[in-house]
C-alpha cells in the first residue's frame, strides 16, 4: 500500500517558484535530469571502488531517453546508484537538501577526485514545468528493494514498494498539455547535443521499434591530457564548436589549480567573423560545470576585445544559483576571467615571436583586439604592447610600440602618431614633414578605436604619446632657400582668412611644412579632423565642432608668387582662386571632402589650361 507524505513546509513555499520561475526556459529540464542520472552514475562508480563485492547490474553505465508520444509521457533512466526509502524522503522531498554534497562530506578527503555536478538538489523539481505529474522508480544498488514514487507537486507524494530488476532510477513525466514537444525525437537531440553532449555516459535515445540511438558523440576534449590529443582532434573539435571549416590560428588548453580551480580549451581561429562588429554578439566561450553546459552568455567570463576567442571553460568550483543559470558571485567569474586573459597574453607573446605569422592574427582581429587598450584598465599596457601598427617607416610591415621604442633618437621623448582612414593616404599627410626632415617615425592610426585609445593610454613604458599635432617640433629657420616677404605674406593671409572664414577659423604661417604649401590641423585639445569625420559619418553631431587652422608654407614658391601677385595689386580674383585650390587641397590631404567638386573642378581645370597654354 503506497505511504502518503506530505511535502516539508520549505517544499510548499518553494514549489511554485521551482516550477514558475525558476528556469527561463523549461527544455532546462532535460538538461537537470540529465546531470542527476550523471551524478548518480558517478555515485556508483565511487561506490564500486570502495566496495568491490557490491552487487550492481553487469551493464554499462548509461542514461536512457524513452518518448512515449502516444501517451505523452518522457521517461530518463539510468543504471546508477538508485536510491531507498530514505533517500526518496529526505532528498526528493525536502527541497534544497542535496543528496550530492551530503554524498561529497561523506566521501571527505576522496571526494576532490569524483565529478560530482548538482549543488543543489532543486533541479528535479524542474520536470514539473512540463509535468502534471512524476513518477520515479528506483532500486538502490546495496538492495534488493525497490521503491515508487509518485507526486503531482501540489501537496506532497506517495511512496509504495515496487519491483525494479537492477540498481538505477527511472524518472517517467505525464508531460502537461503544451509540453507534448518534448516526445518529439529531433527537438529531444536538439537539448541534448546543445546541454548534455559532453557528459561522460553515453546518452541513449530510446526509439521504439527502430532501436536506439546515441545521442551524445562528442568527447569532453579538454578534459583529458593534452599528451594524449592530437593536432587533429584539436582541429576537429574546434570545428566542431565553431561551426568553422579553418583551422585555429592558436590553440590553449590549460588547467588552473589552487584556490579555484578550472580547465580552458580556448582557440583563435584564423580569419574573423562575418559578425565581429555587430552590437550584440557575445563572446565565444562556453561555460561548463563537469561538463554539463550551463551558458554562452556569461557577461564578464571574457573581455569583448576577445570576443574572437572561442572554445570552453570547465569548472567545478563555480557557486551557481539556484537554477544553474546565473552565477551567484561574480567575483569568481573575474577571477577566471583574469587567469584566462593572463594565459591568452602569455602565449600571444610567445606567438608574436613569428611576425608573419602575428600578422595574420593582427590583420584578422587586431581591429577589435586594440578595443582593450580603451576598455580594459587593469591590462591596458599589455594589450598596447601585443598591438602592430604601420608607421612612416615601417613600409608594409606592422610593428610594436616596443620596435618603436628601440629606434627612437635620442633627443626623441615621446611616440607620435597622426589618425585617418587610410595608411598610404596619411603618410602623405603634409604634417608629416617636419617629422621625416628630422627623421622622426610617427604611427600612422587607421582605425576607428585608434582615436580613443590614445586618449586613454597617455603614457606607455615612460615615453608620452603624441598626436603630431600636440608636437613641440620646430625645423631650422634657417633654410638655404627663397621665402616669401613678411610684409606681402601677411596680406595674403588676411585675405584669406576673410575668404575661406566658413572653412577655416585661421590662417597662419609655419616653419614646419617642406614641400606642401599648406595643412589643415586644429586647435591644440581639440577634437582631431578625423574624429570629427567619423562622428559625422555616424551621424553623431558633435557639441562643439573643433576650429580649423589653414597653415601655410612661407617657402613654397606658389605661396611667394600669390604673396607677390596680391601685393601687385590686380589680380585679387586670381589669387583668391588659386588659394581656394590650396585651401581644398589641404583638405583632400586630411581625408575631407572638397567643399564644392563642381566649383574645384572647374577653377583647376582654368589653371591647369592657363599653364599649358
Known sequence: MAEKIEFKTEVNKLLNIVINSLYSEKYIFLRELISNASDALDKLKYWTLANPDLKR?????????????????????????????????????TIAKSGTAEFLQNAKENASSIDLIGQFGVGFYSAFMVADKVEIVTRRADSDKAYKWVSDGVGGFEISETEKDCNG????????????????????????????EHIDYPIILNLGEAGEETVNTAAALWTRNKAEITEKQYKDFYQHITKNFDEPWLTLHFKAEGSLEYTGLLF????????????????????????????????????????????VIDSADLPLNISREMLQQSALIAKIRQGVVSRLFKELKNK?????????????????????????????EEVAELSRFYTTQSGDK??????????????????????????KTLACNPQLEAFAEKGIEVLLLTDPIDEFWTQTLPVYKGHDLKHISQAELK????????????????????????????????VEVTENLTKSPASLTVENGQMSI??????????????FDSERILLINPYHPLVIKLSEMLADGGCEETVKDASMLVLEQAKIAEGEAVSNPSLFNEKLSDFILKACV
Do not use: C
Not at 565565444?284 to 551558458?295: C, E, P, Q, R
Not at 593671409?493 to 577659423?505: L, P, S
Open 475 to 506: 625645423l631650422d629657420t634657417k633654410r638655404d632657400m627663397p621665402k616669401a616677404d613678411e610684409a606681402k605674406l601677411k596680406v595674403l593671409t588676411d585675405k584669406m582668412g576673410e575668404w575661406f572664414k566658413g572653412e577655416a577659423g585661421k
Open 57 to 93: 547490474s553487469p551493464a554499462p553505465y548509461r542514461i536512457v531517453i524513452t518518448p512515449d508520444k502516444d501517451n505523452g509521457t518522457l521517461t530518463i533512466s539510468d543504471n546508477g546508484i538508485g536510491m531507498n526509502r530514505d533517500d526518496l524522503i529526505n532528498h526528493i522531498g
Open 352 to 380: 608574436a615571436k613569428d611576425e608573419e605569422n602575428y600578422e595574420k592574427f593582427w590583420k584578422a582581429f587586431g581591429i577589435a583586439f586594440k578595443e582593450g587598450i580603451y576598455e580594459d584598465f587593469t591590462n591596458r
Open 169 to 196: 532510477t527511472d524518472i517517467k513525466l505525464f508531460l502537461k498539455d503544451d509540453a507534448k514537444d518534448f516526445t518529439d525525437t529531433i527537438y529531444l537531440r536538439n537539448i541534448i547535443h546543445t546541454y548534455s
Open 530 to 543: 578625423h574624429l570629427e569625420r567619423l562622428m559625422r559619418n555616424h551621424q553623431q553631431k558633435t557639441a
Open 268 to 311: 583563435i581561429p584564423s580569419k574573423a567573423p562575418y559578425d565581429l562588429f555587430q552590437p550584440d554578439r557575445m563572446t565565444g566561450i562556453k561555460l561548463y560545470v563537469n561538463k554539463v553546459f550551463i551558458s554562452d552568455k556569461v557577461e564578464g567570463l571574457m573581455p569583448m576585445y576577445l570576443r574572437f576567442v572561442k572554445g
Open 398 to 423: 606592422l610593428t610594436s610600440l616596443d620596435a618603436y621604442i628601440e629606434r627612437m633618437g635620442k633627443e626623441q621623448k615621446a611616440i607620435y602618431y597622426i589618425t585617418g582612414d587610410d595608411a
